[in-house]
């Protein structure tokens, strides 16, 4: 590697005539510098059925320098120290266990934010943050960061201060619990499928020339009707027939409803979207564009619904119904498919600046958990990142999918 480049990517094809896409970059450990290779080098030899020891190739040891419990300046004001949640989620946080990020506490006394500041001998860092669940939503959580970020950089003078009255216009009440039944626990793998610009531009005209009207899809509609898909074709190749599957989209309700909640307001304001795909009736809807209207229809309804809400009363309604749909779908159609996704496009992930400059990349560390997807931008925001979460059998057959494979370079 020329002296002074930390970096260079090329290509290189393999005896099948398959074009891969490397990064050779080097770190300044040792002399001379160890070079090691990214890009798609770990899809290259899984592929070759070559056993990779990640933890002898990267060369990535832990070692905790310090652990830090940050207490309060001064003691917390009575008044306060009992602090009324407002929550619409009713979940668990989520158990971060990657080595960059830190392990949450259990214990309803243990703390609310965790940071772990990780740092390479390459020069680069990586800061993995937990806040529990119960306390915030996604919106929240970046929020924190982004404030975090600009006290660091530009004074605390010049951060936007959180607001926390959710409690105040949705007072803390019992919510019915929804967890589906997905029978014997198996093995779940998680797999992450990017759609960069170009995908992204080709998937949306795919879905769009067959769309009534002038109206265009947005990234989030059409990835998820592409993964939904796919989904509905490994049903049916797995049971031998179409199943009935059921979808629940997050939606961030800051700004959709009637009610004068702040942009900023802290907590869990979220109640998700409903959409259906019934087998018997959709036999012969399972193109792209039908799974774009299903997706659109129920994003609408949602939307519509919303902005309806006009007092903690709506509020609560809306929220009880929702659950209710949701169980009631659940015990009744016992052979339905559960797909949950949760979006984290448009937030503000990459705006984070600490004082040296934007991320290089961003990731949620998710447990893999039962049929569940997670979205985030690309760096550029023209693209999404698919954290795939399925039953291995199901894995399998998913990233074989001809539409999976066409739109996230795996052909």
């Known amino acids: 590697m020329p002296e002074g480049v930390g970096e260079i990517e090329f290509q290189a094809t393999d005896t099948l005539g398959k074009l891969w896409n490397f990064r050779l ?35 990535m040891n832990v070692q905790i ?4 419990l940050i207490t309060p300046s001064s003691p917390t004001p009575s008044r306060l120290r009992n602090y009324k949640v407002s929550w619409l989620r009713g979940e668990l946080e989520t158990e971060l266990r990657n080595r960059l990020a830190p392990i949450p506490h259990r214990p309803e006394d243990g703390p609310i934010v965790l940071v772990q500041f990780n740092m390479f001998e390459c020069g680069a860092v990586a800061i993995g943050v937990c806040i529990k669940h119960r306390a915030a939503d996604a919106s929240s959580v970046f929020a924190f960061i982004n404030a975090w970020a600009t006290a660091a950089r530009l004074g605390v003078d010049e951060v936007r201060t959180p607001s926390f009255q959710l409690a105040s216009f949705f007072p803390p009440r019992d919510i019915p619990t929804f967890t589906p039944n997905f029978g014997e626990k198996k093995v779940e793998i998680q797999k992450r499928f990017v759609f960069n610009s170009a995908a992204m531009s080709k998937l949306k005209a795919v879905a769009s020339a067959n769309i009534n009207g002038s109206r265009q899809p947005t990234r989030v509609e059409v990835v998820t009707a592409l ?7 490994v049903a049916r190749a797995k049971h031998g027939r179409l199943r009935p599957s059921f979808l629940v989209h997050s939606f ?4 959709k409803t009637a009610m004068s909640v702040p942009d900023n307001s802290c907590g869990n304001f979220t109640n998700p979207a409903i959409a259906r795909f019934t087998a018997d009736d959709d036999e012969n809807k399972v193109e792209l564009h039908h799974f774009v209207d299903r997706v659109h229809d129920g994003i609408r309804k949602r939307v519509t619904d919303s902005a309806k809400i006009s007092s903690d009363d709506d509020l609560f309604s809306s929220v009880v119904n929702t659950k209710t749909e949701m169980m009631i779908e659940a015990f009744h159609r016992s052979d339905a498919d559960f797909y949950m996704f949760n979006s984290w496009c448009r937030m503000p992930v990459y705006e984070v600046d600490f004082g040296w400059g934007n991320p290089g990349w961003f990731s949620a560390v998710v447990v ?12 550029d925001g023209d693209g999404i990142e698919a954290w795939v979460s399925l039953e ?11 539409d999976i494979k066409a739109f996230t370079g795996q052909e």
């Open 25 to 59: 970059l080097s770190c300044r450990s040792g002399e001379p510098p160890k070079p090691f290779i990214t890009g798609q080098w770990l899809s290259f030899v899984k592929g070759k059925n070559v056993k990779v020891d990640l933890e002898k190739s990267s060369n």
């Open 65 to 68: 320098l310090s652990k830090k």
């Open 227 to 233: 993964l939904w898909k796919a989904l509905t074709m």
């Open 252 to 255: 961030n309700l800051r700004g």
């Open 368 to 379: 893999p958990g039962h049929n569940m997807f997670h979205f985030m931008d690309t760096k």
């Open 392 to 402: 291995e059998d199901d894995m399998l057959l998913f990233q074989e999918n001809p």
